[in-house]
Every structure is written in structure tokens, then in C-alpha cells.
């Protein structure tokens, strides 16, 4: 089934689920006949996985203690905001949408429309004390209230000191097969690529192999925009800094620029020409899905890549060859980008919802200490094939004993998917970090030692600047006309190479795709927010 029909067949199952949900729930109090509130939701999931979220441990031990049962409507992280925007046209909505962490416009749907509801009546000491209680930690709730002043969505936050997503990574069992060193610089890293092509066939007997890989959500440019493990990511090599979720950069004089106009970009593009055409790197990286990438990565057939990290990512059988490096860095130095420890999207809810007090505090039994432990790290008793999985240590911390393989916890606990808020003077009291939250810490020490990140990151525009309803329609409207601009324009680049000419035709285009109103738009509120935190 190709892309486009998944994402009609997603969209249908919304459809679907909600109307017969609707259906079944005649009354119109969302009580079913047992007295259990039933809550109708919209569930983000990543791509690689697939949860059961009917029949997990985790929550049908939450419907025992709440009295509350969730109707499930899963959407895939490729297919999510096609499903999305067309379940806000429909005028059919769930009650609650869960993880709703791509692009989300509180602005619109909610200041505007009124289609997500303002939660702070809720957010107290009776209705939701666990949340509550954490909310203004370490700031944490600054990034949350909407242009009117009202919060629209529960936080999510991950604690963890870090301070970039994508990391890289190379092989080492390849570098010491062809006797070569971690390569420091855009060149020396051709050159260890070329060894990879060359040699690794005959030294270790693989048949196919891919010195430089990436992935994503597959399709036609997923497997460039991903902001862990797609080619985005090695623009950081050329130092533009580019992601997906804002296409714009601060830079150290405080200037929103655009990407695609700074200094390393087409120099990138060439480069990566270079290395699609020389059989350096993965023919299918512009398209493939993160399964795809993941099984090259699991049969040994790739050199040089990137990930958020490696243990406790489904390459357990691999993971121990690999070892994370600092960006090779070319004539334009390294920028990679910089993230906020600053709340995403935990959950939001909607006008259909007629039980809010009831979800708000399904929701908080969540946030309690341990049961949220259990949702991220799995059980503290032993439960099913994976045993037990979390202990509390002698000093009272929550401690991982094992992270099972090959993501075997989403068949307990939601982990991701689920609800979390734990700002840094809460979380580091309560917890002896994994071996794999240590992982992408000590990428993250490296890299800020090292000096690679960019000056200021683009979660200011992304999550602390405030857009007026407006501003945040255009916005919006601007990102994703650039983001399908500039995703044909890589491809192409990348697959047939960069000329004067059509280098021109891609920056009239940005020009007619509106990219100056777009910076400008940052730049006024960008310019705001420093002047009111001054």
C-alpha cells in the first residue's frame, strides 16, 4: 500500500472510529453501561513501533484505579498531520488527542476555533496535584500559555541534560577493518566512506554495503527531514543548522535567517551529490522509512549514519559497534542544532469531550511518581516476558534493572507515547538515569565541550515567542509550503546535482513561497520575546 492510501485509510479509521463511537455512546455523557466514563482518543505513534494500546498492562491497570476506559484511534508519525487536519475539517473530533507533538496549532484550533479547550479551571491542587505540583519547576510552565494567556495542553517533559536530538555515529568495527582513524573533517570522512565502498566487501564478507545511511518516515523526502536520523541532520557538518519544526536560525547576532540562504548549504547539497552519485551514500535515504534504515543497520551493512542513540533503539544486535563522534567539520565549521529542555505536547482536549474533570484526573493518575516511572521504564513487579524491569534503590531513587530488546516494553507500558512531565529538580531527585538516557547525556556533554551547537536555538521560535492567532495561521501556512519547497529541492539537488541555474530557480522560489515574511514574522516576535526577558 503506498503512502497515499495509507493516509486515506488512516483518515477513514478516524472517521469511522469516531462515529461509531458516538453511536455507541447514546446518552451523551461518554458513560458506558457499566458507569465507566469512556473517553474517545487520537493517539500519536512512532513509526517503527506499533502499540496495542487497547490491551496494554499499563493501561488497563489505570481503567481499574480511575474508572475510566480510552477508545483508541492510533495514527502513525507519517500519517498524523494529514489525519489531524482532516479531523478538525471534519467537525468530528475525539475527546482528547494524545502526544499530539507534530506541529500542533494551539493558535488556530484553539484561541481561534475554539475547538481544544482552555484547561487552567482543572490545573489545581485538587483536580490534578501530581501535575500541578510540578508545573512551575525550573520554570517549566513558561513555554505553555497561548497568546490569550490560557493553557490549551498538558505539558510533556523529559528531563534528561541534553541539549541536541540527532547524534552521529560510525562504525567502528568498518573503521578498524580498514585500519583508518574516527575522521575529524568533512574530507577525511570521504575518505573513510571510500574505504567503507571499497574495501569492507572483501574484509568482511558483507555483500552490500552503505557507507552512509539515513532514514525517516519514508515517502518522497522522509528520509530527509527527520530531526534524529535523516540527512537534516548532516547539514550540521556544513554549519546550517536545520531541522524540521521551524525553518529558521538564530544566529549569534540574533538574526532569523533562513537555512536554505546560509553559507554551508549548497555546499552540503553538493557534497551529499557527490557521495549519491560515487555509491557513498544509500540510494534509498531520501525515501526509505525508519524499519527500512533499521534493518540495513541490524544486517551490518551500514558505515556512517545518525540516531538519537543506540542502546534501547531496536539495534541491540549491532549497537555495540558503533561509536558516537563529533560532527566531521568542512570549511564552514560545524552548527548542530540546539534544543530546550522545555515542555512538547503531553495532551490536549476538545469540545466533544463532556467528561473534562473525569479526563484531567485520568490524566494526573498518570503523572503520580511511580505509576509514571512504570509508564517510561516499564514494571516494578514481574510482569509477563519481560519480568521486572525497575526497582527503587536503596536511597530511594527509581533505578532501571534492563531494558528489554527489540522495544519489547510497548507491550506493557506506552514509554513515549504516554504522559510524563518531569522538570530537572524533580526528575534527578527520583532517578538513576539508564544506561541509555547516560548515552545521549555524555553525546550531549561532548558536543557542548566541543562548542558545535548553534548559538540559539530554534525551540525560541518554536515554543517561547508568542504568535498572535494570525501570525501563527500564516506561520504555519508559510512552514509548510517552505518545508515541501525545500524537501523537492534537496531531493533534487542531492539525485542531480546543483547548477547556477537551478541553484537561482530554487532561491526565486523560496522568494514567491514567502520566506521573507516568514523571517520577518520571527524576527518581530522573536525580538519581543528578548525584550520582555531582558
Not at 458506558?32 to 502499540?51: C, H, I, K, T
Not at 534524529?228 to 543548522?241: D, I, K, Q, R, S
Not at 516568514?518 to 516576535?525: F, S
Amino acid at each position: 500500500m503506498n503512502r497515499t492510501k495509507r493516509i486515506i485509510s488512516v483518515m477513514l479509521a478516524v472517521f469511522m472510529a469516531v462515529s461509531m463511537l458516538s453511536a455507541c455512546q447514546a446518552d451523551g455523557t461518554g458513560a458506558a453501561d457499566d458507569g465507566v466514563v469512556v473517553l474517545r482518543a487520537m493517539q500519536w505513534e512512532p513509526e517503527n513501533l506499533s502499540v496495542d494500546f487497547a490491551n496494554l498492562w499499563y493501561f488497563q491497570e489505570l481503567e481499574e484505579e480511575t474508572g475510566v476506559r480510552v477508545e483508541w484511534t492510533v495514527v502513525k508519525e507519517s500519517e498524523w498531520n494529514t489525519a489531524m487536519n482532516l479531523m478538525f475539517v471534519s467537525g468530528e473530533y475525539p475527546d482528547i488527542i494524545i502526544r499530539p507533538n507534530l506541529n500542533l496549532n494551539i493558535e488556530e484550533y484553539g484561541v481561534t476555533q475554539g475547538i481544544l479547550i482552555p484547561l487552567d479551571d482543572y490545573i489545581n491542587a485538587d483536580v490534578m496535584p501530581n501535575y500541578y505540583s510540578r508545573l512551575r519547576m525550573n520554570n517549566a510552565n513558561a513555554s505553555i500559555p497561548a497568546s490569550d494567556g490560557k493553557s490549551y495542553h498538558i505539558g510533556y517533559l523529559v528531563a534528561q541534560n541534553v541539549n541536541h536530538d540527532g547524534s552521529f555515529y560510525i562504525n567502528r568495527k568498518w573503521l578498524d577493518a580498514v585500519e583508518m582513524e574516527v575522521p575529524a573533517t568533512v574530507d577525511e570522512l570521504t575518505e573513510v566512506l571510500i574505504a567503507f565502498r571499497d574495501e569492507i566487501p572483501g574484509l568482511l564478507g558483507i555483500e552490500t554495503v552503505f557507507p552512509f545511511s539515513a532514514g525517516g518516515s519514508g515517502g518522497v523526502g522522509g528520509g530527509i527531514n527527520h530531526q534524529t536520523n535523516g540527512l537534516y541532520v548532516h547539514f550540521a557538518m556544513f554549519g546550517v543548522p536545520i531541522q524540521r519544526w521551524v525553518y529558521a536560525v538564530i544566529d549569534e547576532d540574533h538574526n532569523v535567517v533562513f537555512p536554505g540562504y546560509m553559507d554551508g548549504f549548497r555546499a552540503a547539497l553538493e557534497w551529499m551529490h557527490m557521495c549519491y552519485t560515487e555509491g557513498l551514500l544509500d540510494r534509498e535515504a531520501i525515501t526509505q522509512d525508519t524499519n527500512v534504515w533499521s534493518t540495513k543497520m541490524n544486517a551490518e551493512q551500514v558505515g556512517f549514519t545518525s540516531h538519537l542513540r543506540m542502546l534501547n533503539a531496536g539495534l541491540d544486535a549491532v549497537n555495540d559497534q558503533w561509536v558516537s563522534i563529533l560532527p566531521p567539520a568542512s570549511e564552514f565549521g560545524v552548527s548542530v542544532p540546539r534544543i530546550l529542555e522545555i515542555p512538547d505536547f503531553g495532551a490536549v482536549l476538545t469540545v466533544a469531550n463532556k467528561n473534562v474533570e473525569a479526563t484531567m484526573r485520568w490524566l494526573d493518575a498518570q503523572f503520580d511518581t511511580e505509576r509514571m516511572m512504570v509508564a517510561a521504564n516499564g514494571p516494578l513487579s514481574d510482569i509477563g516476558t519481560i519480568g521486572t524491569t525497575l526497582k527503587v534503590n536503596e536511597e530511594g531513587k527509581y533505578e532501571v534493572i534492563t531494558v528489554p530488546a527489540d522495544n519489547a516494553l510497548y507491550n506493557y507500558v506506552p514509554v513515549m507515547t504516554g504522559q510524563f512531565f518531569a522538570p530537572g529538580d524533580y526528575y534527578f531527585d527520583i532517578f538513576v538515569l539508564p544506561p541509555h538516557r547516560v548515552e545521549r547525556f555524555e553525546s550531549s556533554r561532548m558536543y557542548a565541550n566541543a562548542g558545535v551547537l548553534e548559538p540559539n536555538s530554534h525551540d525560541f521560535l518554536r515554543k517561547l515567542v508568542l504568535l498572535s492567532p494570525d501570525q501563527a495561521i500564516q506561520q504555519a501556512r508559510l512552514h509548510d509550503t517552505l518545508e515541501t519547497l525545500m524537501l523537492e529541492s534537496i531531493a533534487s539537488f542531492i539525485t542531480r546535482g546543483v547548477t547556477d541555474a537551478t541553484w537561482q530557480q530554487f532561491v526565486d522560489r523560496t522568494q514567491q513561497a514567502g520566506v521573507e515574511q516568514y523571517l520577518a514574522t520571527y524576527q518581530e516576535v522573536y525580538n519581543a520575546y528578548l525584550e520582555a526577558n531582558r
